[in-house]
C-alpha cells in the first residue's frame, strides 16, 4: 500500500534558491530547543529559525512531507503543523494557524 505521504528525496529540487522567496521575516533562534510530537513521541530538537507561519527545525529523524507535528516552545501553548520539507538533517514546518 503506498504511503499518503512524500518522502523528501522523492521530491528534488532541479535548482538552488537564488533569493528567499518568503513574504515574511525569519526569526533566527539558534540554541533554542523545544519538545516535538511525531507519530505519538516526543523529541528534544533545536530551532533553526521561525516566523508567524512555520519554523525550521535541527532534527535527526527523517519524517515524510505531509505529516503532521506539534511543536512546544517554553513558556509558549504546543503549535500544529505539517511537513513541508525535509533536508540534510533540518525539517521545515507549516504550521496550521499562524502564531501571534
Request: hydrophobic share 40%.
Amino acid at each position: 500500500m503506498a504511503s499518503k505521504y512524500l518522502d523528501g528525496s522523492m521530491v528534488p529540487r532541479a535548482v538552488t534558491r537564488n533569493w528567499d522567496q518568503r513574504d515574511e521575516p525569519r526569526s533566527e533562534v539558534r540554541s533554542q530547543t523545544a519538545i516535538v510530537e511525531l507519530r505519538g513521541r516526543n523529541y528534544e530538537v533545536e530551532l533553526a529559525n521561525i516566523s508567524r507561519s512555520g519554523a525550521m527545525l535541527i532534527f535527526s529523524l527523517i519524517p515524510q512531507i505531509g505529516e503532521t507535528i506539534s511543536i512546544r516552545l517554553p513558556g509558549r501553548p504546543a503549535m500544529s503543523g505539517s511537513i513541508c520539507w525535509v533536508r540534510d538533517g533540518k525539517i521545515g514546518i507549516n504550521f496550521t494557524k499562524a502564531v501571534e
